[in-house]
């Protein structure tokens, strides 16, 4: 685990110093779209290595908007006939501030563990809440949350592009 945090801190110091520098060239932000790109990763706490990447999905957002995504299945609680959704869901709400980019983010991850007596699903959830300060272009990692096994943690990579229109 020390290993993992340890690689996590260098390549975020890393992004720091190495990551792109982007901004805004004009002052009217209302309308501004912005181009979240992102990469959710499943990593390994057994060899501290990527596991495989779980999804790349990209989402326009609208300055000041907020957009969400949802990835995953629907189940059933067969004693109640209740549907919860379980998978990967994350919110975004960017904002252009003075030449960056802030972005409240809040992720959440839920997996079924095991079933009860009566055939429901044990439903085991982690959510990360967070705000964030990046530049144009600057790839920012989010998470660390438990995935199914409790050796292995997802991550989501985020990279804001904000679209000159």
């Known amino acids: 685990m020390k290993k993992i945090m340890a690689a996590l801190l260098m390549g975020l110091i890393l992004n720091l110093f190495v990551g792109s520098i982007g901004y805004c060239a004009s002052n009217d932000v209302k309308d501004k779209e912005i181009l979240m790109k992102m990469e959710f ?15 790349k999905p990209t989402l326009i957002l609208v300055n000041n908007t907020e957009g969400n995504i949802f990835m995953g299945k629907t189940v059933s609680f067969p004693s109640t006939g209740k549907l919860e959704n379980v998978g990967i869901d994350i919110s975004l ?48 990692l989010l998470g660390g949350l438990i995935g199914e096994k409790k050796e292995d943690f997802v991550f989501v990579k985020l990279t804001p592009e904000i679209q000159n229109s």
Not at 41 to 55: D, G, R, V, Y
Not at 108 to 135: E, H, M, V, W, Y
């Open 41 to 55: 990763i499943e990593m390994s706490q057994e060899n501290n290595s990527q596991k495989k990447i779980l999804a």
């Open 93 to 140: 709400y960017p904002q252009i501030q003075d030449h960056q980019i802030v972005i409240k983010t809040k992720m959440n991850i839920s997996f079924i563990s095991t079933f009860d007596k009566s055939g429901n699903p044990i439903i085991q959830r982690s959510t990360s809440i967070a705000d964030l300060i990046c530049k144009n272009n600057e790839t920012i």
